[in-house]
């Protein structure tokens, strides 16, 4: 019994291994994904339809994080700040819109190695959309948790559609 164990140890943790996502596995899917791609595995800029995405990772740390410039801080009003933080807790899912450096961001982070390939092209997707729909919907997904998230009305709400899979 000792070695039927032991066997299924060594067997799981080879395929966990095996499957941890690694700066390898992302360039292929930033390559993929993007129109066009510079930097180097690590650190890459890369834009989707004209959007500027950056993908920044820390293999020794087990973190990665791809963010997208939205406007400057100074041009956020206090009604901006109110929308993006309501955002962030219902229509924003696995994205957040986050101000560092004085601008403000669309991001999502994420532990590298527990990625997968499709969990990385629907990340890239939630913060392209995060930051196309800031300033109307401000959504990643078409999904969102129930909740007032503006007064905004219904129609004007649905002005910029988000970027779907595939």
Not at 52 to 59: A, G, S, Y
Not at 63 to 89: Q, V
Not at 110 to 119: D, I, R
Not at 153 to 162: D, I, L, M, R, S
Request: hydrophobic share 40%; with cysteine.
């Amino acid at each position: 019994m000792k070695k039927i164990i032991l066997i299924c140890a060594i067997l799981f943790s080879t395929i966990a291994t095996s499957q941890k996502t690694n700066n390898e596995t992302l360039d292929k899917v930033i390559h993929r994904v993007a129109d066009t791609v510079t930097g180097q595995k690590g650190a890459w800029q890369f834009q989707v339809k004209e959007r500027l995405l950056i993908c920044l990772t820390d293999e020794n740390n087990n973190r990665m994080r791809i963010i997208s410039p939205i406007t400057e801080a100074f041009n956020l009003t206090e009604e901006d700040l109110m929308k993006s933080l309501l955002a962030n807790f219902h229509t924003a899912l696995d994205v957040k819109y986050a101000i560092s450096d004085e601008v403000l961001w669309s991001i999502f982070t994420h532990p590298l190695a527990e990625l997968t390939e499709g969990q990385m092209e629907d990340a890239i997707i939630q913060v392209y959309n995060a930051a196309e729909t800031y300033g109307t919907i401000y959504s990643s997904t078409n999904l969102s948790f129930p909740g007032v998230l503006n007064n905004t009305p219904a129609e004007e709400q649905k002005e910029k559609p988000v970027l779907q899979k595939g």
